[in-house]
C-alpha cells in the first residue's frame, strides 16, 4: 500500500484522519443524530504497534502499543464507511464510521460544513496555541561584548 | 460490497472464544468432530474453515490460500476480518485450500529443532468428514478414533518428523476435526 | 514438589477491603479523579505508558490510581490490560523529523535551523520548593510568541551532510518484535531499542550514568533531544491505503559520541538513539548511551566487561516487570521448598556433628 496519489482517495484519506483525530465528545456534539445503519465491524478495541525508525531514519524498531477502536458500518443507501480511531472509545469508532459513509452520499457537503470543517479548524487552532508557546521559549542569543580592543 | 465485508463474527469477543474453545477441544481430541457457527466466508469456503481464519489468524499470522481459495473475494474477506497478510507457502503460518490444491507439502514450514511451533497449520477443506476410515491414536486419543481423511501416507510421514511437523484443521461445512502432528495414522 | 494448601480466603478478602479504604485515604479529602491524574500527573503517567509499552494516557491515570502510585504496579496492570487486546496491525514508522515541536535543544550546535525550542522544561527552575502550590490557583498563562514557518531538521543531518557522522540509510528491514517472540542473543540494534523503549527508566539511568564514569565511556554529547507530537500512520486492509488515526507524544534523543576509528570504521562521530512515548527526557538519554554502548561489536571497539556493553546483562534485566514479578515471587509461600531446605540442613549438620564426634 502506498501512499494516496489519486485526489479522491486523498481526500477521504484527510476526512479519515480529521474524524480519527477529532476529541469524542467535540464528534458528538457536532454529530448528534445517527442515521439508520448497519454494523458491517462492530466497535472493537484493539492496538496498534507503534514503529519508530533506528536515529529517525534508519531500520524500524517497535516502539510500543497505542489503543485504537475501529468499526465498520453501512448506511441504508448502501454506503460503506470504515474507522479507526485513537483511545478506546466505541461511539467516537462508530461516529467516525459512519460520517466516512456520509460523505460518500450526497450529504457529502453538510458533513464537510457541519463535521469536518469545524473539526480542522479546532485542530488548526490547538495546534498554532501549541506552537506559539513554544515560540515564546525560543531562544534569542546575544553576542557578549568581548574584551578586545574596541 | 457489502456480501464481502459481511460474514464476519457478529460478536467477536463471544463468538471467537466459543471457535477457539472448539478448535483447542479438536486439537487436543485428534479425530473427535466438532460443530462450529459464526462465519460466512464467500463461496466456495465453508463455514468451518471461515470461523478458522477468524479465531487463528491476525495481521502477524501469514496465510497462504491454495488453489480456488486464493480469490479476490477471500483475499478482501480476510483482509478486512482478519489482516492476515498473504503469503507464499514457504512463509506461510496458516494455509487454506483443498487437500489437493495444497500439495505438495514439503512446501510448508516444519518448524526447527529449538523452535518446533515455528511451522505452519494446514486448514484443509474436504467435501467429506465423517468418523469413519483411518485409525487415529496417541495423545489425546483414549483408544482409538477414526476419520475420514483423503490419503494416510502423508500423514504417517508427517508424523515421523515430530517434534516437528504439520498440524492440521479438516473442514467440511460447518464441521471440523483436526490432526496435531502427534498423531499416528493407519490405513485399518 | 507440591502440596495443595487451602485457606486465607477470608483473610485475602479482607487484605483487599482495606487495600481499597486505604486507596482512598482520608474521607474528608476529595477523590482524586482519573481526568486529575491524567492531566496533573503527566510525567507519572508518561512513564507509566512508556514502561506498560502502551499508549493510552487515560488507561494510565487509572492505573496509577488504582496502584495508589506505585508506579511499577501501575506499569504491570497496563501491561496485564494489554494482553486481552488483539493487535490490529503495526504503524508506519514515525517521522520525527516532521514533529510538531515543543521543545528541541542540542548541545553542539548553538545556531541551527529551527532554533532552540526550550518548551515546558525543569531544567532553569532553581529546585526550590515553590510553596504557592500548596494552594489552589491558576497560574499566569504562558506567553506566546509568533510562530516562524521553518522547517525543524535534525541537528546529526547537518553533520551527515559533511560524513563527519556515521550515516543511518533509510532500511526497510521489517523490525522484530520482543513481545511475540522469545528474545535471542545476539539481538539486533532494533530489537535492542524496543527492549529499552520500555525499560525501566531508574535502570536505564543507572547504566547511561555508568558509562559516563567510565564502565564502557562513549564521550556522548546530547545532538538534539526533541519532544512533540508525531501523527501515527496505519495502512487499513479495508481502505487499501495508509491514513493517519491519532497522534501521540514522544521525547527522541541523539547523541553524538566521539569515536577514534577502529579496523573496519573511519574516525568519525556515531551516533546512539533514544525514542520513547510521553514526555520522557531522562529515560530518552539513558536510552541513546546505552544503545551507543551497546553497540562496540559492531564498530569494532574494545569489550571493556562493563555492565552496559553486555548485551544479555542489559536485555535480560532491564524489564521491571520481569524482575518485579521474580523479585516479589520470593515472598509468596514456599513452605514446602523451605521445609526441604530445613530438612537437608538438619542432615548435615548431624552428619558434621557425628564425623566430628567421630574424629574425637
Known amino acids: ?87 478506546r472509545d466505541k461511539a467516537h469508532a462508530t461516529r467516525a464510521a ?25 485542530a488548526a487552532s490547538t495546534r498554532a496555541t501549541r506552537s506559539a508557546k513554544a515560540a515564546a521559549t525560543r531562544v534569542e542569543f546575544f553576542t557578549m561584548l568581548r574584551g578586545e580592543d574596541a | ?77 480476510i483482509g478486512f476480518h482478519t489482516g492476515a497478510p498473504l503469503v507464499p507457502a514457504d512463509e506461510a503460518q496458516f494455509a487454506l485450500g483443498h487437500w489437493h490444491d495444497l500439495q505438495p507439502l514439503s512446501r510448508f514450514r516444519i518448524g526447527e529443532p529449538a523452535y518446533p511451533d515455528r511451522s505452519a497449520t494446514l486448514i484443509v477443506e474436504l467435501d467429506q468428514l465423517e468418523s469413519q476410515g483411518a485409525r487415529l491414536t496417541g495423545p489425546g486419543i483414549r483408544d482409538e478414533a477414526r476419520l475420514s481423511l483423503p490419503e494416510i501416507g502423508a500423514f504417517r510421514s508427517n508424523r515421523a518428523l515430530f517434534p516437528l511437523g504439520l498440524d492440521f484443521i479438516l473442514t467440511c461445512g460447518s464441521r471440523l476435526a483436526a490432526l496435531p502432528r502427534s498423531t499416528i495414522v493407519e490405513d485399518i | 514438589m507440591y502440596v495443595a494448601v487451602k485457606g486465607g480466603e477470608r483473610a485475602i478478602d479482607a487484605a483487599h477491603a482495606w487495600l481499597a479504604e486505604e486507596r482512598r485515604g482520608d474521607p474528608a479529602v476529595p477523590e482524586l479523579t482519573v481526568a486529575q491524574i491524567r492531566e496533573q500527573m503527566t510525567l507519572a503517567v508518561n512513564r507509566v505508558m512508556a514502561e506498560g509499552s502502551l499508549y493510552d494516557p487515560d ?195 541523539d547523541t553524538v559520541n566521539q569515536f577514534k576509528g577502529s579496523k573496519t570504521e573511519p574516525p568519525q562521530f556515531t551516533r546512539g538513539y533514544g525514542l520513547v512515548m510521553g514526555q520522557s527526557e531522562r529515560k530518552a538519554i539513558s536510552m541513546s548511551l546505552v544503545d551507543r554502548a551497546l553497540r562496540w561489536h559492531e564498530l569494532g571497539e574494545d569489550f571493556t566487561g562493563a555492565p552496559a556493553q553486555d548485551e544479555e546483562f542489559v536485555l535480560s534485566h532491564c524489564d521491571n516487570i520481569q524482575a518485579t514479578g521474580f523479585l516479589e515471587h520470593i515472598k509468596l509461600p514456599h513452605y514446602v521448598d523451605f521445609q526441604a531446605e530445613l530438612e537437608l540442613v538438619r542432615r548435615i549438620r548431624r552428619e558434621a556433628t557425628q564425623i566430628r564426634e567421630a574424629a574425637e
Request: net charge negative; aromatic share 4%; glycine share 8%.
Open chain 2, 1 to 77: 460490497m457489502n456480501a464481502i465485508l459481511g460474514g464476519g463474527f457478529a460478536d467477536p469477543p463471544t463468538q471467537s472464544a466459543h471457535a477457539f474453545r472448539a478448535l483447542l477441544e479438536a486439537m487436543a481430541r485428534p479425530g473427535r468432530i466438532h460443530e462450529v457457527t459464526g462465519a460466512a466466508p464467500p463461496a466456495p469456503i465453508s463455514v468451518a474453515a471461515g470461523v478458522a481464519l477468524l479465531t487463528l489468524t491476525d495481521s502477524t499470522t501469514p496465510l497462504h490460500l491454495a488453489g480456488p481459495a486464493d480469490s479476490e473475494a477471500l483475499r478482501v474477506w
Open chain 3, 59 to 253: 488507561l494510565a491515570a487509572l492505573a496509577i490510581k488504582q496502584a495508589r502510585g506505585d508506579l511499577i504496579e501501575a506499569v504491570f496492570l497496563i501491561r496485564a490490560y494489554r494482553t486481552t487486546l488483539p493487535r490490529f496491525g503495526q504503524s508506519r514508522p514515525v517521522d520525527t523529523a516532521a514533529m510538531a515541536v515543543d521543545r528541541r535543544i542540542s548541545a553542539t550546535f548553538k545556531d541551527l535551523p529551527g532554533g532552540q525550542v526550550l518548551g515546558p522544561t525543569f531544567d532553569y527552575t532553581h529546585r526550590l520548593l515553590d510553596f504557592a502550590l500548596a494552594a489552589e490557583g491558576a497560574p499566569p498563562p504562558a506567553p506566546k510568541a509568533p510562530v516562524r514557518d521553518e522547517p525543524v531538521p535534525h541537528v546529526t543531518a547537518l553533520l551527515d551532510r559533511d560524513g563527519l557522522i556515521e550515516d543511518q540509510p533509510t532500511d526497510d528491514t521489517p523490525a522484530p518484535d520482543l513481545t511475540r517472540q522469545p528474545l535471542e542473543l545476539p539481538a539486533s540494534r532494533a530489537l535492542r531499542l524496543q527492549a529499552l523503549a520500555r525499560a525501566d527508566e531508574g535502570f536505564a539511568l543507572s547504566l547511561a550514568y555508568s558509562t559516563q564514569r567510565g564502565y564502557g565511556r562513549t564521550h556522548a554529547f546530547v545532538g538534539e533531544l526533541r519532544i512533540g507530537r508525531v501523527a501515527v500512520e496505519v495502512d487499513l486492509p479495508e481502505l487499501g491505503f495508509a491514513v493517519e488515526i491519532g497522534e501521540i507524544e514522544l521525547t527522541e534523543c
Open chain 1, 1 to 87: 500500500m502506498s501512499t494516496p496519489s489519486h485526489p479522491e482517495t486523498a481526500a477521504r484519506r484527510d476526512w479519515i484522519s480529521a474524524l480519527a483525530k477529532a476529541r469524542p465528545e467535540r464528534l458528538a456534539a457536532l454529530m448528534p443524530d445517527l442515521p439508520a445503519h448497519e454494523m458491517l465491524r462492530a466497535p472493537e478495541i484493539g492496538t496498534i504497534m507503534v514503529q519508530g525508525r533506528i536515529s529517525g531514519t534508519g531500520a524500524p524498531f517497535n516502539l510500543g502499543e497505542m489503543t485504537v477502536t475501529r468499526c465498520s458500518v453501512q448506511l441504508a443507501g448502501g454506503a460503506v464507511g470504515h474507522a479507526c480511531v485513537q483511545g
Open chain 1, 98 to 122: 459512519i460520517a466516512d459513509a456520509l460523505m460518500q452520499t450526497d450529504i457529502a457537503p453538510r458533513i464537510e460544513a457541519e463535521v469536518l470543517t469545524p473539526l480542522r479548524a479546532e
